[in-house]
């Protein structure tokens, strides 16, 4: 894999691959299960950054479906890589594009300050700060002690909250969470 | 003339309503199939998570068959944690702290929740609306909003499938409508039958520590009125569902514990004693939507948690009092 295929796979997700290109790499794509794992996480995240509300377009994975279903005859075999090495480069290049667009998700979504500041008393119940939860204390940061009480109580609270309502999220999705601004 | 226009605009006003009252019976039917299909249907799928600051890739298979509802939950990024839940238990495998907790299951009701009073008179709390179709996981899906008419609870935008009726994205909102957290199906699919395997645990946790909950609970009364306390304020709308105690973990002292609910959300309050040594604390701390308030009132520990927003669990938490 190169540079070019790289970009080609930008291309793709934004449904800017030209009629040249897009068979050579969806021929590709098809023999290849490391590029397509990565084209499968460039997906989620791009699938995440439209977020929610929005007019969805085609998913990528929907037109490499497309694509492969209507390109019946593949092109020829291109050579093998030469070597590991050919395949870093480009694969820390997506990650690294990868990562800017998480952080621009959320940059964009988050409206919680993860900055840690000592658990208090109670803010005015009027406070629209305090309604998505402007400070607090992160739960993973909390005392052990606390936190292993707090660890009981999650997992009882959610068979009761499960049992009656409407989730906003499904249950135990909080738990299997990881926090990655632990510290 | 006047007479006449009087009419006119009253039988408009009527409309209005008539188109309203229906809008919000047809959301309402929504999340009733909605809630149905979650526990009635078979399906895996990979989702992400996503809360400040992260984004968590995981995996879910549901299974419904004749014995019952089993369910498996993965993480697909970061630390290995794993839960699993049966019609009898729910196992939380936590990798990365080397630790199994291990709890009753309850039996899942679907919504509505047949509550015997006005607790069902949601529209005074919430706003319910079905919006466009959009697409998730490749999937057609109806958005059904339904946002809060005060500062107490929150809102959610919901994907819902048209075929399935499985939630396929999920985003919790406050009141301004700002996004605290949101689940979004990246691929699922619906088998026939699931096989076994795929709902058994990578890790077994057999080297870790365990804390089960003890089948045998404290008998200490099962009512109100046994009760050394009481929760003196709770938002308009919220009601008391389940009262009793519980020892949730067998090295654990027994905890009182109060649930309320609006009909969508649920808030749980936690009292408990504390140990001698321990000192006081007050507080607030989340976990995506999922706030906590603790507090201490006369040497017990007072914890309230819920899906809701912070002043919702302050006020609860700050209401508590010894009879």
């Not at chain 2, 990979?46 to 400040?52: D, E, P, S």
């Not at chain 2, 309850?106 to 509505?112: A, G, L, S, V």
Request: proline share 4%; glycine share 8%.
């Amino acid at each position: 894999m190169s540079d070019e295929i790289g970009e080609q796979l930008s291309a793709l997700v934004d449904d800017e691959l030209d009629e040249v290109e897009r068979p050579l790499l969806l021929g590709r794509l098809q023999r290849d299960t490391e590029l397509r794992e990565i084209l499968g996480r460039y997906q989620l995240i791009s699938e995440v950054m439209r977020g929610a509300g929005q007019v969805a377009t085609l998913g990528i994975a929907d037109r490499v479906k497309r694509e492969l279903e209507r390109n019946t005859a593949l092109p020829p075999a291109e050579k093998p890589n030469p070597g590991g090495l050919g395949w870093m480069k480009p694969i820390a290049g997506l990650a690294v594009a990868a990562s800017v667009a998480l952080v621009a998700v959320l940059a964009v979504t988050s409206v919680r300050q993860p900055a840690v500041e000592t658990a208090t008393r109670v803010a005015s119940t009027q406070d629209t700060e305090a309604a998505v939860g402007g400070s607090g204390e992160l739960w993973e940061r909390i005392e052990p002690r606390i936190d292993k009480r707090m660890a009981a109580y999650l997992v009882n609270h959610n068979e009761y909250a499960a049992s009656r309502g409407v989730q906003g999220v499904m249950p135990y999705v909080r738990i299997v969470g990881y926090e990655n601004n632990r510290q | 003339m006047t007479r006449s226009l009087v009419s006119s605009v009253l039988a408009l006003v009527i409309v209005v309503a008539q188109n309203v009252a229906l809008a919000e019976s047809d959301a309402r039917q929504w999340l009733e199939r909605m809630s149905m299909a979650s526990q009635s249907l078979n399906y895996s799928g990979t989702f992400v998570y996503q809360r400040q600051g992260s984004l968590e890739a995981m995996r879910i298979v549901h299974a419904r068959d004749e014995s019952g509802e089993r369910e498996r939950l993965l993480s697909l990024t970061g630390p290995k944690r794993e839960v699993l839940r049966d019609n009898q238990v729910v196992t939380c495998i936590l990798g990365d702290r080397q630790a199994v907790v291990v709890n009753k299951s309850r039996p899942r009701t679907p919504f509505p929740v047949r509550f015997p009073t006005e607790l069902m008179d949601l529209e005074k709390h919430y706003h319910f609306k079905v919006l466009d179709e959009d697409r998730v996981a490749g999937l057609t899906c109806r958005v059904v909003s339904v946002q809060p008419r005060d500062e107490y609870r929150y809102g959610r935008r919901l994907c819902v499938h048209d075929k399935s009726h499985l939630l396929l994205r999920s985003e919790l909102t406050a009141a301004r409508g700002e996004a605290i957290e949101q689940v979004m199906f990246t691929a699922v699919e619906f088998p026939q039958a699931i096989a076994g395997q795929k709902l058994l645990p990578d890790m077994d946790g057999a080297d870790f520590t365990w804390h089960r909950e003890p089948s045998e609970q404290p008998e200490t009364g099962d009512s109100v009125a046994d009760s050394r306390w009481k929760v003196t304020q709770v938002p308009d709308g919220f009601m008391l569902t389940d009262h009793g105690w519980h020892q949730l973990s067998a090295d654990e002292a027994g905890v009182e514990h109060w649930v309320y609910s609006d009909g969508l959300a649920s808030v749980s309050v936690y009292i408990e004693k504390s140990p001698k040594d321990s000192e006081a604390y007050s507080g607030v701390s989340y976990r995506g939507a999922l706030n906590a308030y603790g507090t201490m009132v006369g040497g017990y520990y007072v914890t309230v948690v819920g899906e809701v927003p912070r002043q919702t669990v302050e006020l609860i938490g700050n209401s508590v009092r010894v009879k």
